[in-house]
């Protein structure tokens, strides 16, 4: 898999690279006055999903490093446990992030056509902040996980 | 700057339902919209919002995608070849540019 990232990425120049790599350092980082997303904004977008519906623990297999050296590029994992039928799949799955200036971060739509509930993408974080994840099932039912990353080096350079 | 140029990574053969991972990657500076430049107004918000993946027309999947996905966004997920055809993905920019790409898998 290593080796063909290291295609993928060659295709990509180092100048477009570095220059795509030096806006987003600075793209997360939040002037001084300006609102992080809290802990309680990402309830607010959570209940909006969810209409206040409770949720359960489980089902969801959320990956991310517990210290992320680069907030710039912070690879998260995630695999929702799923028989992938017509009847019985995963809609959607979403991000969420406590911790940088917006507290949505991804939404995937899944058709019972997707063998799996399942993925990576690489995101920016700004600073050590929990990513929330919640996935809602065909039949209604909502399941939740969360994980804390610690960022050494925030998408704002320090 | 280049023009965002997507690239697709899976198999071009497989077996008749046959569960294979598709990796994508494209070049995109994801302007976030939370920077300043040097005489203090905001930068406006530019990213590719959203993906896209069909199979022979067919949606599988659409992703959106926020302030907070990385610079030149990778995205890597599976889908199943029930037959020979072509999988499509697109990706949506803020601007309402559609960059494509596309793979046709034979199965044999």
Avoid at chain 1, 78 to 102: L, R
Avoid at chain 1, 103 to 118: D, Q
């Amino acid at each position: 898999m290593t080796k063909v990232l290291r295609g993928l990425k060659k295709a990509i120049t180092r100048r477009s690279v570095l220059a795509g790599l030096a806006t987003a350092g600075v793209a997360v980082c939040a002037a001084p006055l300006v609102a992080v997303a809290a802990p309680e904004q990402v309830a607010e977008e959570v209940k909006k999903l969810t209409g206040g519906k409770a949720i359960a623990e489980g089902k969801i297999k959320l990956d991310l490093p517990s210290i992320a050296e680069n907030g710039l590029v912070v690879p998260l994992n995630f695999d929702v446990e799923s028989p992938m039928t017509e009847k019985d799949y995963v809609k959607t799955v979403t991000f969420y992030s406590e911790g940088n200036p917006n507290p949505l971060v991804a939404a995937f739509h899944f058709s019972p056509l997707m063998p799996k509930a399942a993925g990576q993408i690489r995101i920016r974080l700004a600073q050590t902040q929990n990513i929330v994840a919640i996935a809602e099932m065909a039949d209604g039912k909502f399941y939740t996980a969360k994980r804390e990353v610690k960022v050494t080096i925030g998408g704002c350079g320090g | 700057m280049a023009a965002p140029t997507p690239r697709v990574r899976m198999p071009a053969t497989a077996k008749a339902g046959e569960v294979v991972e598709v990796k994508t990657l494209i070049s995109h500076e994801m302007e976030s919209g939370n920077r300043k430049d040097k005489d203090g107004k905001v930068i406006p918000r530019k990213i590719i919002n959203k993906f896209t993946a069909k199979f022979n027309g067919k949606e599988l999947m659409t992703v959106d995608w926020h302030a907070a996905i990385s610079a030149n966004p990778y995205q890597s997920f599976f889908v199943r070849v029930p037959e020979t055809g072509t999988f499509t993905f697109e990706w949506l920019d803020d601007d309402g540019a559609v960059y494509k790409a596309e793979q046709k898998v034979t199965v044999g």
